[in-house]
């Protein structure tokens, strides 16, 4: 259990010795170590790349240690810089309101909720007065805070860093002397962040956190960052059979990647892409939407896409008007712009009755029982109600 904690999907330890150590006496003597993984709730839903984290946080729940879930809800409205080419515009506290209210459901998919601390950040950010925030900051220099790549290669580009975005690794190592954590979780480009919680939790006179960074997932296009803002995301809450046929398109090199990173499956050495990518989908859809749901995934898309066959059950698409424009009739699918819509059109993405639809002004006569197809993945019954 313990090798499976240190080694499967982690990037690296700090300090591994220490950290093997209390984990072997915590073995011995039951106790608990507090085990925290910081979020901010900077969207409403999470996709798989999010899982990463939650997934270590989940094996060390099941390995009997207490696993605390911070919900950056104070840190969300200033956006952590890690990894960004610019200033992070900052939520409002009522969209991360919004945000929040989808957001523990989703991690409930990967975390058992009922043995879970979940704490949310404001409880103790904003209770702070300005003497306590300078007495805070007064434990770090300029010179260390812009070390970070993300902050040297700004200011070398004469990009600007707001002075807010310095607070940020500050205000998550805070988090970690108020929940005395023992261990902290967190993506390769959250190092610089740990850390921080190290240095502080020493010169508040506490044994500072050890730390477990992990890697960060590829989206879809194979290259960057899986990211619901370049769109190459798997969304936790997507359709079986959108994210079966999202699966089936992660690049080749990936796969081991995604097998060690995302499941507890090994990646079957020797098979070929394809076969490896089925039984992939076949084990994410099943995580995420039971076994009925995979096998169902599975038929549909070798009925699709190998047998050249539209799905047995799709979506309906109930329409009160006769004739429609078709940029309007993609916005009823769910398309969430008529940019989105227009791009898809002009790409060549959508059909209605196997017919290619290039104009995005055209307006599409309404007929019962038609297929829009949008993209390779998604289909619709239309259904006239006029």
Same mark, same amino acid.
């Given at each position: 259990?313990?090798?499976?904690?240190? %080694?499967?999907? !982690?990037?690296?330890?700090?300090?591994?010795?220490? *950290?093997?150590?209390?984990?072997?006496?915590?073995? &011995?003597?039951?106790?608990?170590l507090r085990v925290k993984l910081g979020i901010d709730p900077t969207a409403p839903d999470l996709?798989?790349? =999010? %899982? !990463?984290?939650?997934?270590? $946080?989940?094996?060390?729940?099941?390995?009997? =240690?207490?696993?605390?879930l911070i919900i950056g809800d104070y840190t969300a409205m200033i956006g952590d810089p890690s990894g960004r080419v610019g200033t992070r515009e900052p939520l409002t506290e009522e969209k991360i309101q919004s945000n929040l209210k989808r957001?523990?459901? =989703?991690?409930?998919?990967? $975390? &058992?909720?009922?043995?879970?601390?979940?704490?949310?950040?404001?409880?103790?950010?904003?209770? *702070?007065?300005?003497?306590?925030? $300078?007495?805070?900051?007064?434990?770090? %220099?300029?010179?260390? *805070?812009?070390q970070r790549e993300d902050f040297s290669k700004r200011l070398e580009e004469n990009r600007p860093v707001g002075e807010h975005e310095l607070l940020y690794p500050i205000m998550q190592a805070y988090d970690s002397v108020v929940l005395k954590a023992d261990l902290e979780l967190g993506g390769v480009d959250q190092k610089l962040n740990l850390l921080a919680g190290r240095q502080l939790m020493e010169k508040m006179g506490m044994k500072p956190q050890n730390i477990l960074t992990l890697p960060l997932i590829e989206g879809l296009d194979g290259v960057k960052k899986m990211s619901k803002s370049l769109g190459n995301y798997i969304a936790l809450d997507a359709e079986p059979n959108e994210m079966f046929g999202k699966i089936m398109s992660v690049p080749d090199e990936l796969l081991p990647k995604y097998y060690e990173c995302l499941t507890d499956a090994e990646f079957p050495l020797g098979e070929?892409?394809? #076969?490896?990518?089925?039984?992939?989908?076949?084990?994410?859809?099943?995580?995420? =939407?039971?076994?009925?749901?995979?096998?169902?995934?599975?038929?549909?898309?070798?009925?699709?896409?190998?047998?050249?066959?539209?799905?047995? &059950?799709?979506?309906?698409?109930?329409? #009160?008007?006769?004739?429609? /424009?078709?940029?309007? *009739?993609? $916005?009823? #699918?769910?398309?969430?712009s008529k940019s989105e819509? /227009?791009?898809?059109?002009?790409?060549?993405?959508?059909?209605?009755?196997?017919e290619v639809k290039n104009n995005p002004n055209e307006i599409i006569k309404i007929k019962n029982e038609s297929v829009l197809q949008i993209g390779k993945r998604k289909f619709f019954k239309l259904k006239t109600r006029y």
């Open positions: 259990m313990i090798d499976k904690l240190l %080694t499967r999907g !982690v990037s690296e330890v700090i300090v591994q010795e220490d *950290l093997e150590k209390v984990l072997r006496q915590a073995q &011995d003597s039951g106790q608990k996709h798989l790349g =999010h %899982t !990463v984290p939650l997934r270590k $946080l989940r094996q060390f729940q099941d390995a009997g =240690h207490q696993a605390i957001f523990l459901e =989703h991690a409930g998919k990967v $975390l &058992d909720l009922k043995n879970l601390e979940v704490r949310y950040n404001s409880e103790w950010f904003s209770k *702070l007065n300005f003497a306590d925030i $300078l007495k805070l900051v007064s434990n770090f %220099t300029v010179q260390q *805070l812009i070929d892409p394809r #076969t490896a990518k089925l039984a992939l989908g076949r084990i994410i859809v099943e995580m995420y =939407h039971g076994q009925k749901a995979a096998e169902a995934a599975v038929e549909n898309f070798i009925n699709v896409f190998s047998n050249k066959e539209k799905p047995k &059950d799709m979506p309906e698409l109930r329409i #009160t008007d006769s004739e429609l /424009r078709i940029v309007d *009739l993609l $916005l009823m #699918t769910g398309v969430k819509a /227009r791009r898809l059109i002009e790409q060549g993405g959508v059909k209605i009755d196997d």
